[in-house]
């Protein structure tokens, strides 16, 4: 990797951008949260509730769909997709990865 600063310390945009695919799902997800505090904005799955880890399937369905307005969707579906361990349970980019072990009879 080049050099992050330029002679006068200011990162070059093809730098930023090397540093910037070399992040974790995590890594990305966790920085644009903190992006969002920064600007006094929350996620809608930030609403003090435990709705979106819920153990009750219908509480999490009604607001999975409350995900498609968020503005970090995207890196939230990254995440999950690419978490290990693997998700099991809970709402993220308003699909529910809970795992049901139901049996049908």
Same mark, same amino acid.
């Given at each position: /990797?080049?050099?992050?600063?330029?002679? =006068? #310390?200011?990162?070059?945009?093809?730098?930023l951008l090397e540093?910037?695919?070399? /992040?974790?799902?995590?890594?990305?997800? &966790?920085?644009?949260?903190?992006? /969002?505090? =920064?600007?006094?904005?929350?996620?809608?799955? %930030?609403?003090? &509730?435990? %709705?979106?880890?819920?153990?009750? *399937?219908?509480?999490?369905?009604?607001?999975?769909? *409350?995900?498609?307005?968020? &503005?970090?969707? *995207?890196?939230? *579906?990254?995440?999950?997709?690419? %978490?290990?361990?693997?998700i099991t349970f #809970?709402?993220?980019? #308003?699909?529910?990865y809970t795992t049901? &072990?139901?049996?049908?009879?």
């Amino acid at each position: /990797m080049r050099d992050l600063p330029d002679r =006068y #310390g200011t990162p070059r945009p093809w730098d930023l951008l090397e540093v910037r695919c070399r /992040m974790t799902a995590t890594e990305t997800l &966790s920085a644009a949260l903190r992006s /969002m505090t =920064y600007r006094d904005q929350v996620p809608p799955c %930030a609403d003090g &509730s435990n %709705a979106w880890t819920s153990d009750d *399937h219908e509480v999490r369905a009604k607001v999975a769909p *409350h995900c498609q307005v968020c &503005s970090i969707l *995207h890196l939230c *579906h990254d995440f999950a997709d690419t %978490a290990r361990p693997r998700i099991t349970f #809970g709402i993220f980019a #308003g699909i529910d990865y809970t795992t049901t &072990s139901r049996t049908t009879t």
